[in-house]
């Protein structure tokens, strides 16, 4: 599939996620749930009809930058912003590990 203008990458506040539009249509997403001062990344998907375009290193670069704006910090439970950020060290410093208490807190967080 060709594009014809830039993705845009957009938070979703009420779905606690980023979407990663492609002339309009949602191509992928990355969800997060917030954690005193703390974003917890804890999935990133992109469909099957935009894979191989490199949407999802565009997305989770653009959610990690409007976090470092809003002044929160990362937790990057999901595998694919915790490679991301190993590539990325620009971000090194307002990211958090990941820590058994936080997977508790995440876990208990998405069973609502």
């Known amino acids: 599939m060709t594009r014809s203008t ?4 957009r938070e979703v506040d009420v779905r606690h996620r980023y979407e990663i539009l492609v002339d309009e249509v949602a191509a992928g997403f990355t969800a997060y749930r917030d954690r005193d001062g703390q974003r917890v990344f804890f999935h990133t998907e ?4 935009f894979a191989g375009q490199g949407l999802a290193s565009v997305l989770v670069q ?9 002044g929160k910090r990362i937790v990057p439970v999901c595998p694919y912003v915790a490679k991301f950020l190993k590539k990325h060290e620009e971000f090194a410093d307002i990211t958090d590990p990941v820590t058994p208490e936080v997977l508790q807190w995440l876990e208990t967080t998405l069973a609502r």
């Not at 653009?62 to 809003?70: D, F």
């Open 62 to 70: 653009e959610a990690l930058t409007q976090v470092r704006a809003s």
């Open 46 to 49: 992109i469909d099957d009809a």
């Open 6 to 9: 830039a993705p845009l990458v």
